[in-house]
């Protein structure tokens, strides 16, 4: 099988979208390009999994073939390497069902297989998780809302670099902030195959400013090379319903 290289968005936000086109849209067109939102909603003490926004951070994910976790501050930086990680899995199950199909037809999937047969598909799976490329395109919101969050945020992606670095595959790993200052996004580290110089440039981060995260979603696109202008997504503004 060709490993090839998965690619993920791994957008981490406390879900307060309110400017901009519609992110579940904009995930959807991510999805369609080969590209998984994975999505991860920092909550507040004070806050529930019920609350608007966070129901907004399930969409996205689901709209971008990804997963989704909501997770106190205090618990981000496990959270960011597990949800990577599964989704990373999750990505290679998929790519694993779609061969089986086209070997045994539509209607047989990994569960139709005998347990032993499974169980070796399996280990392909593992194998190709630390054996594949792994693009991981990181988009932190950084509007006033997530102010004193982005300490935890820094300590979290620092985590995941170092967990990372325990593959055998290739990490292709990038950091962009959204707002920045007028534009949609803004580059924190290019891609590189290691975060260690973050802790440099990421204290240099100033939180303020609306959520744009549809329009930031799309621009990431960009830095895959996939973004394809569909002018639509331009005609409605985004309103958070709720």
Same mark, same amino acid.
């Given at each position: 099988?060709?490993?090839?290289?998965?690619?993920?968005?791994? +957008?981490?936000?406390?879900?307060?979208?309110? @400017?901009?086109?519609?992110?579940?849209? %904009?995930?959807?067109?991510?999805?369609?390009?080969?590209?998984?939102?994975?999505?991860?909603?920092?909550?507040?003490?004070?806050? @529930?999994?019920?609350?608007?926004?966070?129901?907004?951070?399930?969409?996205?994910?689901?709209?971008?073939?990804?997963?989704?976790?909501? &997770?106190?501050?205090?618990? +981000?930086?496990?959270?960011?390497?597990?949800?990577? $990680?599964? %989704? $990373?899995?999750?990505?290679?199950?998929?790519?694993?069902?779609?061969?089986?199909?086209?070997?045994?037809?539509?209607?047989?999937?990994?569960?139709?297989?005998?347990? %032993?047969?499974?169980?070796?598909? $399996?280990? &392909?799976?593992?194998?190709?998780?630390?054996?594949?490329? +792994?693009?991981?395109?990181?988009?932190?919101?950084? @509007?006033?809302? $997530?102010?004193?969050?982005?300490?935890?945020?820094?300590?979290?992606?620092?985590?995941? @670099?170092?967990?990372?670095?325990?593959?055998?595959? &290739?990490?292709?790993?990038?950091?962009?902030?959204?707002?920045?200052?007028?534009?949609?996004?803004?580059?924190?580290?290019?891609?590189?195959?290691? +975060?260690?110089?973050?802790?440099?440039?990421?204290?240099?981060?100033?939180?303020?400013?609306?959520?744009?995260?549809?329009? %930031?979603?799309?621009?990431?696109?960009?830095?895959?090379?996939?973004?394809?202008?569909?002018?639509?997504?331009?005609?409605?503004?985004?309103?958070?319903?709720?």
């Amino acid at each position: 099988m060709n490993q090839g290289t998965l690619k993920q968005i791994l +957008l981490i936000t406390d879900g307060c979208s309110n @400017s901009g086109m519609n992110p579940v849209q %904009a995930a959807k067109q991510a999805f369609q390009n080969g590209v998984i939102v994975n999505v991860i909603g920092v909550l507040e003490k004070h806050q @529930s999994e019920l609350d608007p926004s966070f129901q907004e951070v399930e969409k996205i994910a689901q709209a971008g073939g990804g997963i989704h976790q909501v &997770v106190y501050k205090e618990d +981000l930086s496990q959270t960011v390497q597990a949800v990577t $990680m599964q %989704a $990373m899995s999750q990505t290679l199950q998929g790519v694993v069902h779609q061969e089986l199909k086209h070997i045994f037809g539509e209607n047989h999937t990994l569960d139709d297989l005998e347990p %032993a047969k499974r169980g070796e598909v $399996m280990e &392909v799976v593992d194998d190709l998780g630390e054996s594949c490329q +792994l693009d991981v395109f990181i988009l932190v919101d950084t @509007s006033a809302s $997530m102010r004193d969050k982005l300490p935890t945020v820094k300590e979290a992606l620092l985590d995941l @670099s170092v967990n990372l670095d325990a593959r055998n595959g &290739v990490n292709h790993l990038a950091i962009y902030q959204f707002p920045h200052h007028k534009e949609t996004i803004g580059i924190i580290h290019d891609w590189t195959e290691t +975060l260690t110089e973050m802790s440099v440039i990421f204290p240099k981060l100033i939180s303020s400013g609306m959520t744009p995260t549809g329009p %930031a979603i799309f621009e990431a696109l960009d830095q895959f090379g996939y973004k394809e202008t569909s002018e639509w997504m331009y005609d409605e503004p985004y309103r958070q319903e709720g």
